[in-house]
């Protein structure tokens, strides 16, 4: 016979704390799984049942823990929640998944991504075991696996090698969206870096092959991210944070957070994008380049825009203007931080604070100094205008920009900057009667077949 279920009462004193109904609850699962390419369609009976004692299926256990952590300021796992945890890997993935030596987590991930019958598994199961992003800059030296004294040593040529793919993966990700070559990019990690972490090297030497394998997992995280994989890209980012601080580079390290604290504030939550982008320029403080600081508080003007702190976004504003005018060194995707990215940050702050008109003048100067192939760039940029546009209810431009984003949309990888257009359609939906809008929306269904 079946035992009989036991209520949650774990679960029940949760709701209680939260102060939310069954419907809440639901509500707040289903739109965290709608973020992470999930489509579900929970309801208040759906709590009732796991009150009562039924275990929702994998990963739906994180995402409660997940909107209840939210709710009340504070981590909770599903075991917190009164749902086990299972273990859906195994081996080496789930020690991966579940912390350990950077470098060995770097490989086992990567590994995982180049083999096609892992990789769905993979994407299932880092819902469950996202790793708790930790802040601190001083905390004990990250262990890092000993050198391999088989190995030949690495030159000192090699950490520009790193860079200048990492240079080249930028470029190529502006052309053909964060899905080209993303595959490839984990390949070459896992088959071309990781080995260089553990071969003999000067100090110096093994600093810098640090950071560029900080870099290039960085870039791996926001291309995973970009592709519809929040939950896996914040595995990459925690390990980039980590390679980073074993390379002793605080610059590197404050970026990666500032990454992180973006990707918070896009799923809305404010609470850790706020403490992200707060840890990100007070860790950095005076320490890092002119540019580097200026990426740093443009950032942070954006999410604090999203948390309604108006007057502290417009400061930070104004210092990334007044780092970026400071601003001297090489051109590079880590070592400055061009003008138009910034016009771009600057109007989402405008947004956020209902200045629409200004925002719209910040896009429109943007988008004209972007060089014409870069298609993910001028993707989003014609996107947000359309958005604007709309805010200010000129619904004809608002088409025109959306049939320039699905232009632009056509040149990229199939899965890159997953949900733009989507979003666009749902918000142009209530102008359906409006025939340029019927024929954006009838475009855009015919090109997705």
């Known amino acids: 016979m079946t035992p009989p279920r036991r209520p949650n009462r774990m679960l029940a004193a949760l709701l209680a704390e939260a102060d939310w109904t069954a419907r809440d609850l639901a509500r707040a699962v289903n739109a965290l799984g709608s973020a992470q390419g999930l489509r579900l369609r929970y309801d208040r009976t759906s709590v009732a049942r796991w009150l009562g004692g039924a275990r929702p299926r994998p990963p739906v256990g994180h995402l409660i823990g997940q909107a209840l952590s939210r709710r009340l300021g504070r981590r909770l796992t599903p075991r917190d929640a009164g749902f086990p945890d299972p273990d859906l890997t195994g081996g080496a993935l789930s020690s991966a998944l579940h912390g350990g030596e950077p470098v060995l987590r770097l490989a086992a991930l990567c590994r995982a991504e180049a083999d096609p019958a892992r990789r769905a598994e993979l994407a299932r199961a880092v819902l469950s075991a996202p790793p708790p992003v930790v802040t601190g800059w001083g905390r004990r030296p990250v262990a890092l696996p000993p050198a391999d004294p088989r190995a030949p040593q690495a030159s000192a040529a090699a950490p520009v090698r790193l860079e200048v793919v990492a240079a080249r993966s930028v470029l190529l990700g502006e052309r053909h969206g964060g899905a080209h070559g993303r595959s490839a990019l984990a390949g070459?990690?896992?088959?071309?870096?990781?080995?260089?972490?553990?071969?003999?090297?000067?100090?110096?030497?093994?600093?810098?092959?640090?950071?560029?394998?900080?870099?290039?997992?960085?870039?791996?995280?926001?291309?995973?991210?970009?592709?519809?994989?929040?939950?896996?890209?914040?595995?990459?980012?925690?390990?980039?944070?980590?390679?980073?601080?074993?390379?002793?580079?605080?610059?590197?390290?404050?970026?990666?957070?500032?990454?992180?604290?973006?990707?918070?504030?896009?799923?809305?939550?404010?609470?850790?994008?706020?403490?992200?982008?707060?840890?990100?320029?007070?860790?950095?403080?005076?320490?890092?380049?002119?540019?580097?600081?200026?990426?740093?508080?443009?950032?942070?003007?954006?999410?604090?825009?999203?948390?309604?702190?108006?007057?502290?976004?417009?400061?930070?504003?104004?210092?990334?203007?007044?780092?970026?005018?400071?601003?001297?060194?090489?051109?590079?995707?880590?070592?400055?931080?061009?003008?138009?990215?910034?016009?771009?940050?600057?109007?989402?702050?405008?947004?956020?604070?209902?200045?629409?008109?200004?925002?719209?003048?910040?896009?429109?100067?943007?988008?004209?100094?972007?060089?014409?192939?870069?298609?993910?760039?001028?993707?989003?940029?014609?996107?947000?205008?359309?958005?604007?546009?709309?805010?200010?209810?000129?619904?004809?431009?608002?088409?025109?920009?959306?049939?320039?984003?699905?232009?632009?949309?056509?040149?990229?990888?199939?899965?890159?900057?997953?949900?733009?257009?989507?979003?666009?359609?749902?918000?142009?939906?209530?102008?359906?009667?409006?025939?340029?809008?019927?024929?954006?929306?009838?475009?855009?269904?015919?090109?997705?077949?």
């Open 188 to 449: 070459y990690l896992a088959t071309e870096v990781v080995p260089l972490l553990t071969a003999p090297a000067h100090q110096a030497v093994r600093h810098a092959l640090l950071t560029g394998a900080a870099h290039l997992t960085l870039l791996l995280a926001g291309r995973t991210s970009e592709t519809g994989h929040p939950a896996l890209a914040q595995h990459y980012y925690d390990i980039a944070l980590e390679l980073a601080r074993a390379a002793g580079d605080l610059g590197s390290y404050a970026i990666v957070l500032r990454c992180l604290s973006v990707q918070a504030h896009q799923f809305g939550d404010h609470r850790q994008a706020l403490a992200l982008g707060e840890a990100a320029t007070e860790i950095a403080g005076s320490a890092v380049p002119s540019a580097v600081r200026a990426y740093l508080y443009a950032g942070r003007a954006v999410v604090r825009a999203g948390a309604g702190e108006s007057r502290a976004a417009a400061a930070d504003l104004l210092a990334a203007e007044q780092h970026l005018a400071r601003a001297t060194g090489p051109e590079g995707p880590f070592t400055s931080y061009p003008e138009t990215a910034l016009r771009y940050q600057r109007a989402e702050v405008l947004s956020c604070l209902g200045d629409h008109k200004s925002a719209l003048t910040e896009l429109e100067n943007s988008l004209a100094s972007r060089p014409a192939d870069h298609h993910k760039a001028r993707t989003l940029l014609h996107a947000q205008l359309a958005h604007t546009l709309l805010a200010l209810h000129d619904v004809d431009a608002a088409v025109d920009h959306s049939f320039q984003a699905l232009r632009h949309h056509r040149q990229l990888a199939a899965g890159s900057v997953h949900g733009t257009l989507p979003r666009l359609a749902h918000r142009l939906a209530p102008y359906q009667r409006n025939p340029h809008v019927k024929a954006f929306r009838e475009r855009l269904r015919t090109t997705a077949r």
